[in-house]
C-alpha cells in the first residue's frame, strides 16, 4: 500500500500554509480586481478572505493551483483554484478506515475571464496505490461577479457547507448497513424503474448486471456501496438493458432528477 493511501484510510490531511498557497497562485492573494476591470456592477470577491472564512469554519486549505504565466494581469489576478476538507468530515467502512472525504473547492479569478464557481463532492479511495476520484457531487453554485456580493458568496458557502454534516452522516449510516441478497435485488428493480418510462417488468439479468461492480472498491453490500454501484450504472450506463448496453445519461436535468430521486431510495432502505 503507497503512503498516499495509507494516510488517506487513517484520516490524514495535508495542509499547506497561506505562504505555499502564494507561492504557487499570487492571483488569490489580489486584494482588488484587475485594472482592465471598468464595469461598476462588478462586485470582487477576495479569495484569501474566502479560504480565512474556511478555516473559520474548521476547514483545511489542503490545495491551489493556478496556470503559470509571465503576463502580470493573469499572474496576479487570473483564474485559479483552491481546495478544502475538514478534519472531521469523513465516511469510514465497516473496518473502521477512512474510504471517502468531502471535499470543497473554490475557482475564481479577478480579470472578468470567468464567473466564481463553488463546487462540493466526495472523493473515494479506489486503489490501494492512492488513486482518489471524486464520487459524489455533493452541491455547487456558479454566478458572474456581477450577480453576487461578496457577503452573498459567503452566505452560499455558508449554506452549502451546513449541509454536509448531515450527508456525511447519512452516508456514514448507510455504510453500515449490511444487505441481503434480496434487498439488493429489490434496490435495483426500484432504481432501474425510475429511470424506464413505462411500467415494464426488469429481466433478471439486467438487474444482475446493474448490481456489477466496476471496480474492486465496490465490492460489497452495503446499502452505500450498493447504491453506488447502481448510481454509477444508471447514470452512466454500460449495463445490460434490452439485450443492449444502456446508453448514459446526458440531459442534466434527467440526471439531477434521477440522482435525486436514487437518494431517496436509498434513505428508504435505511432501516
Known amino acids: 500500500m503507497s503512503n498516499s493511501a495509507n494516510n488517506f484510510k487513517q484520516g490524514v490531511i495535508t495542509s499547506i500554509s497561506m505562504d505555499t498557497a502564494k507561492a504557487a497562485a499570487p492571483a488569490i492573494f489580489a486584494t482588488s480586481p484587475a485594472p482592465t476591470i471598468k464595469s461598476p456592477k462588478y462586485q470582487f470577491t477576495p479569495t484569501f478572505e474566502v479560504i480565512d472564512y474556511m478555516k473559520d469554519?474548521?476547514?483545511?486549505?489542503t490545495g491551489v493551483s493556478q496556470s503559470q504565466s509571465n503576463v502580470d494581469l493573469r499572474k496576479n489576478w487570473g483564474i485559479h483554484i483552491v481546495k478544502f476538507?475538514?478534519?472531521?468530515?469523513?465516511?469510514?467502512?465497516?473496518?473502521?478506515?477512512?474510504?471517502a472525504r468531502p471535499e470543497v473547492v473554490l475557482i475564481n479569478s479577478h480579470d472578468g475571464t470567468r464567473p466564481i464557481q463553488f463546487e462540493m463532492g466526495l472523493f473515494r479511495l479506489?486503489?490501494?496505490?492512492?488513486?482518489?476520484?471524486?464520487?459524489?457531487?455533493m452541491g455547487s453554485f456558479r454566478e458572474r461577479h456581477t450577480k453576487?456580493?461578496?457577503?452573498?458568496v459567503k452566505d452560499l458557502i455558508?449554506?452549502?457547507v451546513d449541509g454536509l454534516k448531515t450527508v456525511v452522516s447519512k452516508i456514514s449510516q448507510w455504510n453500515m448497513i449490511e444487505m441481503t441478497d434480496k434487498e439488493r435485488y429489490n434496490f435495483a428493480v426500484e432504481a432501474l424503474a425510475?429511470?424506464?418510462s413505462n411500467d415494464r417488468k426488469p429481466e433478471q439479468y439486467e438487474i444482475m448486471d446493474m448490481l456489477s461492480p466496476k471496480r474492486s472498491a465496490d465490492e460489497g453490500?452495503?446499502?452505500?456501496?450498493?447504491?453506488?454501484?447502481?448510481?454509477?450504472?444508471?447514470?452512466?450506463?454500460g449495463f445490460q438493458l434490452n439485450n443492449r448496453q444502456a446508453r448514459a445519461i446526458k440531459n442534466p436535468i434527467e440526471d439531477f432528477t434521477l440522482n435525486q430521486d436514487l437518494w431517496q431510495l436509498a434513505g428508504s432502505y435505511a432501516h
Open 57 to 61: 469554519m474548521g476547514y483545511a486549505l
Open 85 to 99: 476538507q475538514h478534519p472531521d468530515l469523513f465516511i469510514k467502512n465497516p473496518e473502521g478506515d477512512v474510504e
Open 126 to 137: 479506489v486503489c490501494e496505490n492512492g488513486l482518489v476520484i471524486k464520487d459524489q457531487d
Open 148 to 152: 453576487l456580493t461578496f457577503q452573498g
Open 158 to 160: 455558508s449554506e452549502k
Open 194 to 196: 425510475l429511470r424506464l
Open 221 to 237: 453490500k452495503t446499502l452505500w456501496k450498493t447504491y453506488n454501484i447502481v448510481q454509477e450504472n444508471l447514470i452512466k450506463g
